[in-house]
DNA sequence: CAGGAATTGTGACATCTGTCATGCGGCCGT
DNA sequence: ACGGCCGCATGACAGATGTCACAATTCCTG
């Protein structure tokens, strides 16, 4: 029986190496190839042909959600499976949307990796159970597209002027932006906004 | 010649479970413990009394660094190395105060975990290399205790009537700090100068 | 095509924020 | 014991922020 071939996608080369260590005890799973960004990640996809992808989500130069629809696109038999740090339903949403197969935290015991690698590759899905049952009642982002931009901007100190002039925006605009975010998230000020919105995975 | 015995702290459990399969593939260290936060790694390193504790820093109950502060003082002989995510130059200083023996990144490659252990349970140091440049011409903490709680919070959304009742000062009380905190750090409001003193490790 | 949603804009207003000057009492170190 | 920082406070002011009402344009959808 051949093994299951692996690429393994984690910014932090310490927890790549040490999950990587963690696959490659499995006598039927073996990582091709481990790299650290999304780029990297959607080269040696093509290069290596593996049959499962595992990813982080948060990675510089392209995000793991990213990745994982571009994938999909190009080589549709490839199952991915998204390792994060975040129990947002937001992200979860966006991850099946982007046609993964598995999301799973890394709160999660380390046993449930090499099956869950397991268990797509079978064609199965494996969701986070607690997860799974928050999507159905989450609410879903109410934000347009500026309003996200802008708020995500703002939640990191950018002034209302600031943001006008390098989004070519009037100052007003922006303030109307910000007040109707902040009204749909209920929020006191675009601070708390900000903070609310990342939380549910929405910037 | 008997093995390294060492106790792992770490909060997400696929990657406690990842670093400990990865030190437990060399042949001179046994991870005796492998603990999810400070609390039971204060009560495991009692019980077991490794040569080496590798913990994270933020974690619940505890951070690393109290839990380095409570161990160095019952148990002076035990080394301890820091592993974190946060290249902050006022944690690594904390943590060299608190007693710990090595600092490193959770970006450096899986390999110097190991060494790392080996070295600091001969009497090394190992600190990271960027980072111990850093830290001699990082300055230091510029906040008061008050400024810095009053910033943490509101960072975190907290209004300045919110901040003001609760700690029982005036509204112009809770503004001349924040103004104090902003000008301290160079920013332009308390957005900026939250993320700023977060940045460095002084929140 | 009509209606709706998103984008952008203006003006006016109330409130919140940030700054500055100034003052007082307490505590620490020399 | 005295100077200097810290914590706390006030008052006043300018500028930033948040809210509201209203409106023009574009683009999508039924």
Redesign the pocket.
Known sequence: MSKIRVILAEDQAMVRGALAALLNIESDIEVVASVSNGDEAFRAAGQHRPDVLVTDIEMPQMTGLELATRVRELYPVMKIVIVTTFARPGYLRRALEAGASGYLLKDRPASELAEAVRRVHQGMRVVDPGLAAEIWNAEDD??????R??LRR?GEG???????KS?????????????????KLG?????E?ARTARAKGWL
């Not at 109410?142 to 309003?147: A, C, G, S």
Request: proline letters at 3%; zero cysteines.
């Open positions: 109410p934000l347009t597209e500026r309003e931009q802008i703002a950018e002034t209302t002027a600031e943001l006008a989004l070519r925006l009037s100052e007003g605009t922006v303030r109307n932006y910000l007040s109707e975010a902040i009204s929020a006191a000020n675009r601070i906004a």
